[in-house]
């Protein structure tokens, strides 16, 4: 099993195989995963293969029992996605929301408090939404969830952006908005 460190000295390690392993769980599912996220979860992978190894259970045993990455993945996305004890307060959500406005705009997009919420101009190769298919991008933090995105439309499909509730987190869900406004990950809502 081969190790990956993170850029920390003390951070997470995983095996390349792990996170692998994490990403196609990901795929299919109808939510997004920032990095630090999909890194945490191949940490639990790669720890679980190892506590199966030292029990005499190789890596190649864990897929006839299920889907280990899934669940891995599963069990440490609801840590970012779960309320909160104590839920966030207003000043804490307004806090996220301004760190995630900064980082949107350092990314080059516009984006401003609005509502509930960070509305984030659309881009010429944003994919259509909305009545009129021009609707710019609405991007929330909860004090009782985590991470969601949508069109700023009644009614609009909301999509789930798995991210730690921090200015780091806020960073990284910024950059999937970047890659969402500029085209890069096509209509995520037209699979829905």
């Not at 081969?2 to 196609?24: H, I, L, M, N, R």
């Not at 890194?39 to 293969?49: I, Y």
């Not at 899934?70 to 966030?88: H, I, M, T």
Request: glycine share 10%; hydrophobic share 40%; with cysteine.
């Amino acid at each position: 099993m081969s190790s990956t460190d993170s850029t920390v000295t003390d951070g997470p390690v995983f095996s390349t195989e792990a996170y692998a392993a994490v990403e196609k769980a990901a795929k299919p599912l109808h939510c997004l995963y920032v990095p630090s996220v999909l890194e945490h979860a191949a940490e639990l992978l790669t720890s679980l293969w190892a506590a199966g190894e030292k029990h005499g259970v190789p890596i190649s045993e864990w897929s006839w029992t299920g889907d280990l990455a899934g669940s891995a993945l599963g069990a440490v996305a609801r840590q970012y996605e779960s309320a909160p004890k104590p839920e966030r307060t207003v000043a804490q959500v307004v806090s996220l929301q301004g760190h995630l406005v900064s980082a949107l705009k350092e990314l080059g997009l516009t984006a401003r408090l609005g509502g509930p919420g960070v509305i984030v101009e659309r881009g010429p190769d944003t994919p259509r939404g909305g009545y009129h298919g021009d609707a710019d991008i609405d991007v929330r933090i909860y004090s009782d969830g985590g991470w969601t995105f949508s069109f700023d439309a009644q009614g609009a499909s909301v999509m789930s952006i798995v991210a730690p509730a921090s200015q780091p987190g806020a960073f990284q869900v910024a950059e999937i908005v970047r890659a969402f406004v500029r085209g890069e990950l096509g209509n995520l809502f037209s699979r829905r």
